[in-house]
Nanobody, 124 residues
């Protein structure tokens, strides 16, 4: 199935953005949903992971308290609300789905489907 991500852009430090990831072909609620990001020259790192069915949501230490991952099952769309953005948040953001085991959900290689990346630039 397909994932389509959108909502990126340029924002000043301290600002907010919301990314969307629309799925077609299968219910997002049936899979683990994650957001990853990749800064220029760096590895793709996990940002947030929502276990299948929404039983648990995890956040990396760098975004905890500032970002929120949610899923609207009616719209079959995942969101990443990003507040208090910092220049270090600048990266290409990707949504992904899959069925990784708990211990492997932090690794991007364990996700099967990906949206196209969307650039977030935090700069004054």
């Amino acid at each position: 199935f397909q994932l389509q991500a959108f909502g990126g852009g340029l924002v000043r430090p301290g600002g907010s953005l919301r990314l969307s990831c629309a799925a077609s072909g299968v219910s997002l609620n049936s899979y683990t949903v994650a957001w990853f990001r990749q800064a220029s020259g760096k590895e793709r790192d996990w940002v947030s992971v929502r276990r299948r069915g929404g039983t648990q949501t995890y956040y990396s230490d760098s975004v905890k308290g500032r970002f929120t991952l949610s899923v609207d099952n009616a719209k079959n769309t995942a969101y990443l609300q990003m507040n208090s953005l910092k220049p270090d948040d600048t990266a290409v953001y990707y949504c992904a789905t899959g069925s990784p085991i708990l211990s492997a959900q932090w690794e991007y290689r364990n996700y099967r489907s990906w949206g196209q990346g969307t650039q977030i630039t935090v700069s004054s």
